[in-house]
């Protein structure tokens, strides 16, 4: 059942976040953390990244990433999560997942699936609501692809605040897919801004279709929604 906590703001719902984050963190230090980059959970990172005893054990692995930028391009996930999480917490390497600029796309997706099938699955996967309603870079579609892969971006990813900083356009997306995300023991979907109003207007209705991604949510025991008052009209 999907049923959206919603808070006042984007900052009382970064808190709530990092709140159940620490929590899950605190019962399982080692976790697999699968985490989406965007606007949304920006907050929430930069929050978390204040206790680096939190995250000092936990697996992090990007749940997408912009195919075709150069690894350092401002606008790929590895940065942003450089920006938000390493650095801060004086952690070392990349984040586990996706290459932005693999020799060969499909060999680079094979690699992520082997490594999920060997280490996973993902304890908690971050996830952001896509305007199209999409996660990741799991796009509207007749036919949804299970698990890691390369997608062809949609408008509304090549329109992606993140792109603003981008050095170039990126040429398509590396995502886990939806089997992986359902795999997850547990998820927490975040929502935040007037511009998602329709978006979780959408995902509420409770109907589970590839037109929109993000209700294959409905067929996962746990999911925790967490809403700010913008996004559900208030
Ligand atoms: C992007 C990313 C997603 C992200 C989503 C929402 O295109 N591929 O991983 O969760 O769109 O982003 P935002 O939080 O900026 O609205």
Not at 8 to 14: F, G, K, N, Q, V
Not at 76 to 95: A, D, I, M, N, V
């Amino acid at each position: 059942m999907l049923k959206p906590a919603v808070f006042p703001d984007h900052e009382t719902l970064s808190r709530a976040a990092a709140g159940w984050l620490t929590v899950r963190l605190e019962a399982r230090p080692e976790a697999l953390l699968c985490l989406a980059s965007g606007s949304t959970p920006t907050r929430t990172y930069e929050l978390l990244a204040r206790s680096p005893a939190t995250l000092r054990r936990a697996r992090l692995l990007k749940l997408d990433e912009w195919g075709g930028l150069d690894p350092d391009d401002p606008a790929t996930c590895e940065s942003y999560f450089q920006r938000l999480l390493q650095r801060p917490l004086g952690r070392r390497g990349k984040l586990l997942g996706f290459q932005s600029q693999p020799p060969d796309p499909e060999a680079e997706c094979r690699r992520v699936r082997q490594w999920l099938a060997r280490k996973g699955p993902v304890d908690v996967a971050v996830l952001g609501l896509g305007v199209n309603g999409h996660l990741g870079f799991n796009e509207p579609a007749t036919a949804l692809q299970p698990f890691a892969h390369v997608a062809t971006l949609s408008r509304a990813s090549l329109t992606h605040g993140m792109l603003t900083a981008a050095r170039r356009r990126p040429t398509f997306g590396l995502t886990l897919g939806l089997a992986d995300l359902l795999a997850s023991r547990e998820i927490l979907l975040l929502v935040s801004g007037p511009h998602k109003r329709a978006a979780v207007g959408r995902l509420l209705q409770g109907d589970v279709t590839p037109r929109f991604p993000a209700t294959f949510l409905w067929l996962h025991p746990h999911v925790t929604l967490l809403c700010d008052a913008a996004c559900r009209g208030g």
